[in-house]
């Protein structure tokens, strides 16, 4: 079993990616979201924003990235959760991060709860959740 | 002294607040192949090379898993179900009524929509030749003023389960229309 700290606080090690189209348009074409919002910079402006931006669910599935790798083939998603706050323009870098905030023993598992978030360029946070693991 | 231009709005009509409970719909997937979890992985792991896990069956069989297993969230019912193909937009554009529409009851014909929140427990893991059955409800609308106007929050909730009856995932989706 993968060694990791488990004391509140503990900083997950961060999942990072530059993000735009090359990201979107391969996370479209497994999804089947053709959204002109995700690709077309008009579609986007003209939803208030400014540009394309990437999808909400790329940023589930980043935060999916970061649990994954910290708790190993081993360890089990019990619950997620997150927001959806500010939209991913291109050219940011997006950075999905998580912090232990309790564990405890449950029926024989023990759980972590994690505080989980994805920001852009270190100053937008776009996604803000939770996720509760078994180890 | 109320006028009609202060009288409160809303989008949500009596015929949607009785909607709420009901059944939008049910699909079930394709069975799924190892071919699909392979490219959702390269997908999100992109440019990185996505954990063995998703697409080497010799170190897949080594794990607690005993074999590939999908990335939790990945999509089974992308591009096509085994309900049928649907039929989408040849405008390019997207049905803000889409939730009703799936009711029969008329929407609200609000122009944009964004993804508000997601939350999931998750139960089994998918695994190559799942079949997966979605059965998803409405399950509230809120509303309030926001930013860009008076916002609609729907959510759906949908529950997957595998071809044994097994809970794959309950999930509730809130998304924002304005």
Redesign the interface.
């Known amino acids: 079993m993968a060694q990791r700290t488990l004391d509140v606080g503990t900083e997950l090690p961060v999942f990072t990616r530059a993000t735009g189209l090359a990201n979107w348009n391969r996370y479209a074409a497994v999804n089947s979201e053709f959204v002109p919002i995700h690709m077309d910079d008009e579609a986007g402006k003209a939803a208030g924003m400014g540009g394309a931006f990437g999808m909400g669910n790329l940023q589930w599935s980043y935060l999916h990235a970061l649990v994954r790798s910290w708790i190993g083939d081993e360890g089990r998603i019990v619950n997620f959760s997150c927001q959806f706050r500010s939209p991913n323009v291109k050219g940011q870098t997006v950075e999905a991060h998580g912090k232990v905030v309790g564990v405890r023993d449950e029926g024989g598992e023990k759980l972590v709860d994690l505080e989980i978030w994805t920001i852009a360029n270190g100053e937008t946070v776009l996604a803000p959740g939770k996720a509760t693991v078994a180890l | 002294m109320t006028t009609e231009t202060d009288a409160p709005k809303t989008n949500i009509s009596p015929e949607m607040k009785a909607a709420v409970g009901r059944e939008i719909g049910r699909k079930v997937s394709f069975p799924i192949s190892e071919s699909?979890i392979r490219?959702?992985a390269?997908?999100?792991?992109?440019?990185q090379e996505p954990?063995r896990?998703f697409w080497d069956a010799e170190y897949a069989k080594g794990?607690?898993?005993g074999g590939i297993v999908a990335?939790?969230?990945f999509?089974p019912f992308?591009?096509m179900t085994a309900n049928g193909f649907e039929r989408?937009s040849t405008t390019?554009?997207?049905d803000g009524d889409y939730l009703e529409s799936s009711l029969g009851i008329k929407g609200p014909g609000l122009k944009?929509m964004?993804?508000?929140?997601?939350?999931?427990?998750?139960g089994v893991r998918m695994r190559p030749g799942d079949v997966i059955t979605s059965v998803m409800r409405l399950h509230s609308y809120t509303e309030r003023e926001g930013r860009?106007g008076l916002m609609l929050f729907g959510t759906t909730e949908d529950t997957w389960t595998n071809q044994k009856g097994e809970l794959v995932k309950k999930s509730r989706n809130m998304v924002i229309r304005y």
Do not use: C, M, Q
């Not at chain 2, 390269?42 to 440019?47: K, R, V």
């Not at chain 2, 964004?114 to 998750?122: A, K, M, P």
């Open positions: 699909d490219r959702w390269i997908a999100i792991y992109y440019p954990p896990l794990t607690v898993h990335p939790e969230e999509n992308a591009w989408t390019g554009t997207v944009f964004l993804n508000g929140s997601l939350e999931t427990d998750y860009l």
